[in-house]
């Protein structure tokens, strides 16, 4: 009888000590868990501000001098860029649904009807054929130099302020490398202040004057970008207003005879 009882007293506390050593198990492990989950949520933020607070001191460190300069030739240079994209989209204009109403109505309503639908389309193309249609009277060769005088016109209204986001991508490389060479030459100025090559002052001047010239070649990278899109978008619409101008001459021949 004593004998059951303790076999049935060794087997409760072993199922009680394994039940427990259980629940501690998973408790440690939904902690570890919930920890590292915790880290995980705290460094991802951390992270983004780390970033943020680096670039910050690098701009701080480069010298807010040339690293202002350089911030400012690229405030402009987006700006002017910004502009000018708006204004090409919106130059943009269907030519082949241009010549084609305009075709429509000189045969239906001729040179009047014709000039009222350039007069309600938007764009360079439009107001060439205007320009164009205008002058039928006085023969297709004073027609055909006005559409050539403006087109020159247009693309002159194209281009506007293009050279000074080119003026920003050569300034802001050369101001780089400008407070690079200050920089450099403060480094040196502080190592014979010191009478001693010390590695810090060295290194310290070295990191502050390449910071003006990565900057300004960051710069000089995104607004080149900009400037080639909008030179071919330039390109584009050249094109479109040459093949527009040699078409509105062949459309205004053919309405002659």
């Known amino acids: 009888m004593k004998r059951l009882f303790s076999i049935l007293a060794i087997t409760v506390m072993v199922a009680f000590g394994t039940a427990n050593a259980t629940t501690i198990a998973n408790t440690s492990t939904a902690v570890t868990t919930v920890t590292t989950t915790l880290t995980q949520e705290d460094e991802a933020p951390a992270a983004d501000v780390g970033f943020h607070q680096d670039l910050k001191k690098r701009f701080i460190e480069g010298g807010p001098g040339f690293m202002g300069i350089v911030l400012l030739c690229l405030i402009l240079g987006l700006a002017i860029a910004i502009e000018r994209i708006i204004f090409l989209n919106l130059s943009s204009t269907n030519t082949k649904k241009l010549t084609q109403s305009v075709e429509d109505a000189l045969a239906s309503g001729g040179v009047e009807a014709a000039k009222e639908v350039c007069r309600n389309t938007k764009g360079p193309i439009a107001s060439i054929y205007y320009q164009g249609l205008d002058r039928t009277d006085e023969g297709i060769e004073a027609a055909e130099k006005a559409v050539v005088a403006y087109g020159g016109v247009q693309m002159g209204q194209l281009e506007k302020n293009v050279s000074w986001i080119s003026l920003f991508i050569a300034l802001a490389p050369m101001l780089g490398f400008m407070g690079t ?77």
């Open 181 to 257: 060479v200050i920089g450099m030459i403060q480094a040196f100025d502080k190592i014979e202040a010191a009478g001693d090559m010390q590695p810090s002052l060295v290194a310290g001047g070295i990191k502050v004057a390449l910071l003006t010239t990565v900057f300004g070649l960051v710069v000089a990278i995104i607004l080149q970008i900009f400037y080639n899109y909008i030179i071919a978008k330039i390109d584009s619409i050249v094109n479109d207003m040459e093949d527009a101008s040699i078409t509105l001459m062949d459309l205004l021949i053919r309405h002659k005879k």
